[in-house]
């Protein structure tokens, strides 16, 4: 509430917070969403686990998160069930989130699986990614790119500021 912001999307919220202020949440409750404005409406448009995706103006957001603890093969479903719902959104979309994979596409040193999933998954919906080198995570002295930034491919990436803000918010995740 200290900048001025019209909606606010988090991964891993604090779920008594998110019933009490009246988040629209993901089935799993580990995404959020809440707007702060009339500036700018919104509706529903997918509504999974880890996945919550709403129609606004001029794209669809897709926000999602996943466990690190996961299996590969369950890492694929999850995965598949984003790539679903970017080809079957009515506008172009713009997807962020905590996917828990690295990537060299989107700044990390290598690519694991995960990373490898994810990256077919660019690529299969022409999607780029606005990551860069930045460090989204940091724990007990390690640093990764976790949380990841896409839109679709005929999007100019130049009008698109991508910055991690680092703040004491407590989170070991920085704001983007």
């Not at 988090?10 to 993901?26: C, F, G, Q, S, Y």
């Not at 897709?62 to 719902?85: C, F, H, K, T, W």
């Amino acid at each position: 509430m200290e900048i001025d912001v019209d909606l606010l999307v988090i991964t891993e919220p604090n779920r008594i917070e998110a019933a009490r202020h009246v988040w629209t949440t993901d089935t799993a409750g580990d995404v959020a969403v809440r707007s702060y404005s009339n500036r700018i409406g919104w509706q529903l448009h997918h509504r999974g686990e880890g996945i919550l995706a709403i129609i606004l103006p001029n794209f669809v957001l897709v926000a999602g998160y996943v466990s690190p603890n996961i299996g590969i093969a369950e890492y694929e479903l999850y995965i598949d069930e984003i790539q679903r719902v970017i080809l079957q959104s009515p506008k172009r979309a713009v997807v962020m989130g905590d996917f828990n994979c690295k990537a060299t596409i989107a700044g990390s040193s290598y690519t694991n699986r995960r990373g490898q999933i994810f990256t077919e998954m660019m690529m299969a919906t022409d999607m780029i990614c606005l990551n860069d080198d930045s460090y989204t995570f940091e724990a007990r002295g390690h640093r990764s790119v976790l949380d990841l930034k896409l839109v679709d491919n005929s999007w100019d990436p130049s009008l698109y500021q991508w910055r991690v803000l680092r703040s004491e918010t407590g989170s070991d995740h920085f704001a983007t």
